[in-house]
């Protein structure tokens, strides 16, 4: 178990200290903590959060950056930030996904942010959750089934970071996704991804038992917090269900379904789906594939379990 933990521990280091960023997008969670602990002191770290939601990745972000010695910037995005960072992130991604826009939205405003402030590049996170198992659906499964649903996802992960950073002129550096750190993660069994820790089942516990003696133990044991949640923007979903009336809504989702053979769920996603057809087609008028899913008639790969292009789970 030492010589895991030792080589997590190495391999992390050499990913971190290869990187050219002056810059890293924190959340104050374990996964930016981690890549925040081997940066330089005084480096740039810029948090997102909604200035007018409830949002916890504020403390931690501080308290994160007072303990490494960096120099946080903080990003209180107003209503207005937000809207306007919705409509640019759907024209980036192209697509209306709820959870993916709510998510990326925090992503856009971050890379922003550190471009206003005279950075070139940015260190994300990104991979951590989808290489250690940290996501809490993880936490249900049984090993074999765990393992079987790791190795799908690995095959189709991607990253809007990527599509966000070129589109704004901000290179990514993610050091999880180092080639010797995703290789390495991928070889340590999935019973020390997801394991109990003082009767509590944790994802990523390999990771965090690797790191609790060197980032704050709050920190190495802080609950899985989806950006969404630690940003403020998951409060986008009420702030929509208030903002558009119901015969609006029912209206426009009866004239959605019968024009573009797209089911909306919801006010928010509504919201998103008419930024979305500003700018791009119908989904059933895009791609050549005979997988569609049954909601928004998108293309979808032949074995997932997730729609890209309008967020629906199963299906």
């Not at 030792?6 to 890549?35: H, P």
């Not at 069994?189 to 990771?207: A, F, I, R, S």
């Not at 989806?226 to 609006?248: A, H, R, V, Y």
């Not at 006010?267 to 700018?279: I, Q």
Request: aromatic content about 12%; glycine content about 6%; some cysteine.
């Amino acid at each position: 178990m030492q010589e895991i933990f030792s080589n997590l521990t190495r391999l992390i280091s050499e990913a971190v200290l290869s990187c050219t960023s002056d810059c890293i997008a924190l959340s104050g969670g374990l996964d930016s903590s981690i890549l925040a602990y081997y940066l330089k002191k005084n480096t740039k770290a810029i948090v997102v959060v909604a200035k007018d939601f409830p949002a916890s990745d504020l403390v931690y972000s501080q308290f994160v950056a007072k303990e490494f010695g960096l120099k946080l910037y903080i990003k209180n995005a107003t209503i207005e930030d937000l809207m306007y960072s919705i409509e640019e992130t759907i024209k980036i991604l192209k697509n209306f996904n709820h959870i993916e826009i709510r998510n990326s939205i925090v992503l856009y405003l971050a890379i922003k942010t550190a471009k206003e402030n005279g950075c070139t590049s940015i260190i994300t996170g990104d991979g951590c959750d989808e290489l250690f198992a940290g996501y809490s659906f993880f936490l249900r499964k049984k090993s074999t089934e765990l393992q079987k649903d790791l190795e799908r996802i690995w095959k189709i992960m991607h990253f809007p970071t990527q599509k966000i950073g070129l589109a704004l002129g901000v290179g990514i550096e993610s050091p999880f996704l180092n080639e010797k750190v995703s290789n390495y993660a991928k070889s340590i069994p999935v019973d020390l991804k997801v394991h109990e820790e003082n009767d509590k089942k944790y994802g990523k516990w390999v990771l965090r038992k690797a790191f609790e003696h060197i980032i704050p133990q709050s920190i190495a044991w802080r609950d899985k917090s989806p950006m969404q949640d630690g940003s403020g923007t998951n409060s986008l979903t009420t702030f929509f269900e208030n903002s558009i009336k119901d015969e609006t809504f029912e209206s426009k989702a009866k004239l959605y379904l019968e024009k573009d053979k797209v089911k909306l769920n919801s006010r928010e996603s509504l919201y998103y789906y008419e930024f979305y057809r500003k700018y791009f087609d119908p989904p059933y008028l895009l791609g050549s594939s005979k997988y569609r899913c049954p909601e928004c008639q998108g293309e979808i790969e032949s074995d997932s379990h997730f729609c890209r292009m309008c967020g629906s789970f199963p299906i």
